[in-house]
């Protein structure tokens, strides 16, 4: 489920937001859905980076202190394409390496990544680095794939396609590392594909569904 705070508006809609995670998290914790997730910008118009960097911190650590305290997981997002970043003054986390430290100094011991293959593919990721993480690290997996004839620097983030759909993304790849390390977590599709937007929604669900299965099957899982 998707983090029930807005952890980036002014602080008193952040703290109201806080009171009410207490009974939300308990009820995910109840309903066996015990991870939560949101994504970090990966540029900022007001903060340098090592100001953005605590600025994170200081407000990500009381909400997962919150969740901790009801059982359930943090994770966060972090987004690669470099089109994001371009026009903005200031970088911020783009790359899995990046948000790992950012997790860390979050320090709670419940805050992991929402590994998106898109992410992971627009930010030069290797399937080595998903061999270097351990199983906790990661708390949920988002799955899709690129277009065809498009450079990685040059993607843009909401065009995107089905998994498996160009074989730009190596999804083979990306699962069985995850397998490897022992992720036991959802993975779950998240196209922004144009033409499965445009069909009916129980179409939609078979396209997406069919997709998925192939993906698992060439993975070999």
């Known amino acids: ?3 029930p705070v807005r952890w980036q508006a002014p602080e008193e809609e952040f703290k109201k937001d806080l009171e009410r995670l207490p009974e939300l998290a308990e009820l995910g914790r109840e309903l066996g859905c015990p991870r ?34 009801h059982g359930c997981l943090l994770g966060l997002e972090f987004l690669g394409p ?36 898109w992410h992971w593919y627009t930010s030069h990721g290797r399937v080595e680095d998903i061999l270097e993480l351990r199983p906790e690290q990661v708390v949920y997996v988002h799955i899709n794939d690129a277009p065809k004839g498009v ?7 909401n065009v995107r396609c089905l998994p498996g759909e160009t074989g730009v993304i190596d999804l083979v790849g990306f699962l069985r590392g995850l397998k490897e390390i022992g992720y036991d977590g959802p993975v779950t599709p998240e196209p922004f594909s144009e033409r499965v937007r445009k069909l009916p929604p129980e179409e939609a669900v078979r396209v997406t569904g069919e997709a998925l299965d192939k993906v698992w099957r060439r993975a070999g899982l």
């Open 151 to 157: 450079p990685i620097d040059e993607q843009v983030d």
């Open 36 to 69: 939560t997730f949101t994504w970090i910008p990966s540029w900022s118009d007001e903060r340098p980076f090592e100001e953005n960097f605590r600025w994170h911190v200081g407000r990500l650590r009381p909400v997962a202190e919150i969740l901790k305290e």
């Open 1 to 3: 489920w998707g983090l």
């Open 82 to 117: 470099k089109t994001l970043r371009e026009g903005h003054r200031f970088e911020f986390i783009h790359t899995l390496q990046g948000m790992l430290e950012l997790c860390e100094a979050i320090g709670t011991g419940n805050v992991g990544l929402l590994l998106d293959s």
